[in-house]
Structures are given as C-alpha cells and as structure tokens.
C-alpha cells in the first residue's frame, strides 16, 4: 500500500515554460514534506521542503504548495532548463520520526 | 571532498554468500540510513542510526544487519544473499530534528548489488 504516491510516471515541459510535479499521500500524520532530484548513476539530491504548518515554500526557481486538506503537494519549477531533467521523488515523514516514505517518482525532460 | 561515499559503487556476487558495503559520511551528521530502491524504483528505508542506536528497522529480514563503528560510518552487512537482494541500495545522512536539523538528508552515490 503506497502512502505516498506519485502518478505521473513521466513529464516532458518546453525549456522556459513551468514544470508541475504532483505527489499525494494517504497518511494524515504526515507533517513533513521533501523533494529530491535525482540523476541516472547518482543519489538523490534534496531539492526544499515543507512543515505542514505551510503551505508554500519557495527557493529561487522552485515552489512546493502544501494542500493538507487534499493530501497534495505540488513542485513548480519556473522557468524549467534542460538541467532541471531527472527524476524527482517526493518524500514524507512524520513528528520526530526518522522514517521518510518515498513516492515512486516522476521523470521530468525539459526539451529545449 | 566527497559528503556521502559508498564502496563499492558495482557488487556481482552469488547466492547464498556474504557481502558487505560501506558508507561514509564526512558532514559531521548524527543520524545515517540505508535505502533500498527495488526494480520498481520505490525507495524504501531499511535502517537508520542515530548516535549508535538502531532506532527504525522497517521490516528487513534478519540477514541484514547494519555496523556502526561511529559517528561517520553506517556499513550493511548482508548474510546468505538471495536473488531478491539484487538492487540499488543507497545511504544517507542528516542531522536530527531533534538536533536542530530540517531532515535534509544527503545521499551517497549508491551501490549496485546483483545476485546471481
């Protein structure tokens, strides 16, 4: 049973225009969100995260929105380079637990 | 200088032997994991140490054993390796939440470990 899930499997975004990945989870002590990139033959990088006392977060080109309510967290990438091509995970965990549940990712191209 | 190393990156071996990977982490972090990223690319958390102490072991088969021979080191040691072993298996290190730490983990490169 996946708590965290991620359903688009693949994303293809022009060079300049926003990327939107979308992650959803099932677990409502969920209070910590994460989003890792990740290249072919590398770990994942941490890219920002949220607590779930917000609702958005910002870092230069990137923004994670926060939908408790819904379940729903979404990563914007504006403007998207082809740089920004790789797989993205979203994690979460919850209170001072240290156990982070991985969605399956979405592989992002950015076609310039 | 390397945050997070694995060795080795590449492990081919057969059923039934021991194996063991290393990890190494040089950011002065207290807690470290390992993950396991199967063939349908789910990364799931094996353990995690914090200060020496087990304090998560999701489910893993006792053949699986992590060492910790301090702060920086987090090695896995796998006993009578089976043909669902195969895979990528990762570590990682962060600070605590309960040290100050925002849960920003940083990942090792990986190793690639195939059962025959």
């Known amino acids: 049973d996946q708590q965290v899930k991620q359903n688009s499997p693949s994303l293809s975004v022009q060079e300049g225009r926003i990327s939107i990945l979308n992650c959803d989870y099932t677990?409502?002590?969920?209070?910590?969100f994460l989003w890792y990139k990740k290249y072919p033959a590398e770990g994942p990088t941490f890219l920002i995260s949220?607590?779930?006392?917000?609702d958005k977060n910002e870092d230069g080109r990137f923004t994670v929105f926060l939908n408790k309510s819904a379940k729903h967290l979404s990563l914007h990438i504006v403007p998207s380079q082809p740089g920004d091509s790789a797989v993205y995970f979203c994690?979460?965990?919850?209170?001072?637990?240290?156990?982070?549940?991985f969605g399956p990712g979405t592989r992002l191209s950015v076609l310039p | 200088d390397t945050a997070v190393s694995q060795t080795p990156k590449y492990l081919v071996t057969q059923m039934g032997n021991d194996k063991s990977i290393k990890c190494e982490q040089n950011?002065?972090?207290?807690?470290m994991y390992w993950y396991k990223q199967d063939s349908k690319k789910f990364l799931k958390i094996m353990f995690s140490?914090?200060?020496?102490?087990?304090?998560i072991n999701e489910t893993v088969p006792n053949r699986f054993s992590p060492k910790s021979p301090d702060k920086a080191h987090l090695n896995l040691h796998i006993n009578s390796l089976e043909l669902g072993d195969s895979a990528v298996y990762f570590c990682?290190?962060?600070?605590?939440?309960?040290?100050?730490?925002?849960?920003?983990?940083?990942f090792g490169p990986g190793t690639r470990l195939t059962v025959l």
């Open positions: 990682a290190s962060s600070l605590s939440r309960l040290a100050g730490g925002q849960l920003k983990q940083f």
């Open positions: 677990n409502s002590m969920f209070d910590y």
């Open positions: 949220i607590s779930s006392i917000k």
């Open positions: 994690a979460a965990s919850e209170g001072y637990g240290q156990n982070f549940v």
């Open positions: 950011l002065g972090h207290d807690t």
């Open positions: 140490y914090n200060n020496k102490e087990l304090i």
